[in-house]
């Protein structure tokens, strides 16, 4: 099962900054915290992932608390074609060669 | 184009009949993945391939299914007798260091 809990559906204007939220309570040490994306009738696609510091790419930044119970995807930016099924992931970092373990994911909806 | 190749893009097969997929991952990628994906769903883990070395595979993965990687390079994916609760998305994926890179899958209809 996945080890993660996101809110099924998000809206945001376009333009504006679209935060994901996730928690993940039992999260261990050496796990990382992963983020993909699914636009309709593609594969997901990688999007960033962090240990313990904040971490930021072309695509988005992810924030990850204190504790790391909890973390947050931001795109800055928000425009139609980020309209799409995201997935927040926990995988172990010396996990290479074991699966990703989806759930359901965010919704999320960017409307002009 | 995410250099993970999937053919065919669609199929519709009729109830009984044999299915295979193929997958064409990125040359340099040795850790392949199988996942099977339904209508509102993230993706379900079926097998794992370390280069031509089948190392792990679901309890999704019934009998009828079988996978191969032959000599570590392409993949095929193949459904015997299919029923209708195997119309779904099949999604190829690989990996190098961090993160999944996945094909655009094959999306399966059995009617």
């Known amino acids: 099962d996945a080890k993660t809990t996101q809110p099924p559906s998000m809206d945001c204007a376009e333009g504006r900054a679209a935060n994901l939220p996730c928690n993940h309570s039992?999260?261990?040490?050496?796990?990382?915290v992963y983020w993909y994306r699914q636009i309709h009738s593609q594969g997901p696609q990688y999007i960033i992932h962090?240990?313990?510091n904040n971490e930021t790419n072309e695509m988005a930044s992810l924030i990850i608390t204190e504790d790391r119970k909890s973390s947050t995807l931001i795109l800055p930016h928000a425009t139609l074609r980020d309209t799409a099924v995201y997935y927040c992931?926990?995988?172990?970092?010396?996990?290479?060669?074991?699966?990703?373990?989806f759930g359901k994911g965010t919704t999320l909806s960017v409307s002009s | 184009d995410t250099g993970v190749s999937q053919d065919p893009r669609h199929k519709i097969t009729k109830r009984g009949q044999n299915v295979t997929f193929r997958c064409d991952p990125i040359?340099?990628?040795?850790?392949l993945y199988w996942y099977r994906q339904t209508l509102g769903q993230g993706p379900e883990f079926l097998t794992y391939?370390?280069?031509?070395?089948?190392?792990?595979k679901s309890r999704l993965l019934s009998d009828r299914f079988s996978a191969e990687r032959p000599k570590g390079s392409f993949s095929t994916l193949e459904i015997q007798r299919t029923e209708q609760g195997d119309s779904a998305m099949y999604l190829c994926?690989?990996?190098?260091?961090?993160?999944?890179?996945f094909g655009s899958g094959t999306r399966l209809t059995v009617v």
């Open positions: 992931i926990v995988r172990g970092a010396n996990q290479a060669g074991t699966a990703l373990i």
């Open positions: 039992t999260i261990s040490g050496n796990e990382y």
């Open positions: 962090g240990l313990k």
């Open positions: 040359s340099e990628h040795n850790r």
């Open positions: 391939f370390q280069n031509e070395a089948q190392l792990e």
């Open positions: 994926a690989t990996e190098f260091n961090f993160g999944y890179t």
